[in-house]
């Protein structure tokens, strides 16, 4: 059974940087052979996709976060990063990793950006 531990949140000041870790336990192959996602769970709004990483390495990211946050993984490493740059309060909550959409999830980091 694959499991998902996110990692590297924290409280940082509007345009500060963080990077995320989602690794992967469970399966040595579960990042190279499988599609991850990163969602925002943001308080009293529903949980929303905010870049996806495909086995094969294309790309993809809300609107909302182009241009400022870079997914990207290490298979070797069975972990997928989400850099954020530019952040800003909107960017606040939890954030999850995702296995293809199913459900395997992490237990989420939290993002708090202060104004």
């Known amino acids: 059974q694959v499991q998902l531990v996110e990692s590297g949140g924290g409280l940082v000041q509007t345009g500060g940087s963080l990077r995320l870790s989602c690794a992967a336990s469970?399966?040595?192959?579960?990042?190279?052979?499988?599609?991850v996602h990163w969602y925002l769970q943001s308080p009293g709004k529903q949980r929303e996709l905010v870049a996806t990483?495909?086995?094969?390495?294309?790309?993809r990211y809300a609107e909302h976060v182009k241009g400022r946050f870079t997914i990207s993984k290490d298979n070797a490493k069975n972990t997928v990063y989400l850099q954020m740059n530019s952040l800003k309060p909107e960017d606040t909550g939890v954030y999850y990793c995702n296995l293809n959409g199913g459900n395997i999830w992490g237990q989420g980091t939290q993002v708090t950006v202060s104004s």
């Open positions: 469970g399966n040595i192959f579960a990042i190279t052979f499988n599609d």
């Open positions: 990483i495909t086995r094969v390495g294309s790309i």
